[in-house]
């Protein structure tokens, strides 16, 4: 955190003043609790990340280019089954369509890690786009995403998590998969 006062104490009372706000920091500094890593927020939330699936088509989990990291589009990862494939409103109500894009961003966090090596080198959830497997007269597709997005509030914070999203219906998706989701996340060097 830093002290609003120490660059004016610097200009009113020179070095000697500045040193000993800057002590005043540190010794202050001390007492603060340390904030949690989205790691230590993972393990409060009872999430343990999955071994990402292999891609299933020609192509890689994420790319970084410079301090961007582009996730590609995930489904489920462990396999699909009966409670994970299929429309919304046809096959599985929002609830049940909020729950899989929450494990979808399970899936998306750990190619994340792998990718970047520490999710405390996220500096912000850029861009989200959320796709629900539903029928034309479907219009809940921004709840079934906010899975998704609020796992990304609850491991991130809301200062890092807030993105730009889309969220939208398909008429099919790969492998009949319910929810697939693609990602831009800035990250610190």
Known sequence: MTCPVAVPATRRWGNAGAMAIVGLVVAGASTVEAQPTPEDRLVELGIVLPTP????????????????????????????DESNTGK??????????????????????????????????????????????????FTGHSQVINGFSDLMEEVFGPEISKHARAAVGMASLPRNQTVEIETVVEIRD
Do not use: Q
Request: with cysteine; hydrophobic share 40%; charged share 20%.
């Open 53 to 80: 699936d292999a891609p299933v088509a020609n192509y890689v989990k994420a790319v970084t280019a410079g301090n961007l990291v582009f996730v590609a589009g995930h489904g489920p990862c462990g396999g699909l």
């Open 88 to 137: 919304i409103d046809r096959d599985h109500t929002v609830e049940e369509g909020y729950a899989i894009a929450r494990w979808v961003g399970v899936c998306v966090l750990a190619s994340l890690k792998r990718e970047i090596g520490e999710l405390s080198r996220v500096k912000r959830i850029v861009k989200v786009h959320g796709m629900v497997n539903s029928s034309p007269e």
